[in-house]
């Protein structure tokens, strides 16, 4: 059955043995290929073909550091990882393993200064983006009523907006016989009409009629 793992017993417990039944534990396909590479270096540095029970610590560390002592604290701690994995696992499952430990320490992994800084911590991120926001117009105001208000001691004052009559109100079209519409006056927001006279002011007089042919 596939993932069920026995221990041997006598001369066949050897160090390939070990791993061979290491590997046969189900793992991801990269872990798989990640412990593989390790464990076969491992074991043909001490011996593929030697009792694992005859391996000391001593050997077993000085095998570590001349196969991988020279590689970058992250690779080197990977490494090790994967050996005092195996060590575990054939301490679960009865492999004779003894005292049989790695002495090795793992290593610190200097910290990675090439990321981007964030925003955040940028300095003067914030004197920044204030800057930046007081430099852009106020889109909401005219240009005439952002100089009415510009900061300092002087009070804001309103733009007054002119009012001019509209082209064309109040001019009556002949033959209408209908008072003539009332101007309209433009502002800066909102349009108003002004009728001008009084309302009870005299209707037009109507035109003359043509005299007959």
Known sequence: MAGKVTAIAGAE????????????SPRSATTHRTYTRTLDHLARSLGP????????????AAAVTELWGGLAPRTWNRH?????????????HGWPVGDLELRVDRRQAAEDETK???????PGAHQGRASAAAAL??????????????????????????ALPCPGAGVERPGSGKRPSPPVLRTGRATVQAVLGRQDAAPA???PAHAPR
Do not use: K, M, N, Y
């Open 49 to 60: 073909e030697r009792p694992l029970a005859a391996v000391s610590s001593d050997e077993l």
């Open 80 to 92: 090790v990882a994967t050996v005092r994995s195996l060590l575990a696992w054939c301490r679960r």
């Open 13 to 24: 417990r050897t160090l390939a043995a070990a791993v061979d039944a290491f590997l046969a």
């Open 116 to 122: 981007a800084i964030p925003i955040q911590a940028r």
């Open 137 to 162: 117009p106020d889109r909401g105001r005219s240009p005439a009523r952002q100089a009415d208000c510009r900061p300092g001691p002087r009070a804001c004052v309103p733009h007054q907006p002119s």
């Open 205 to 207: 007089a109507p035109l």
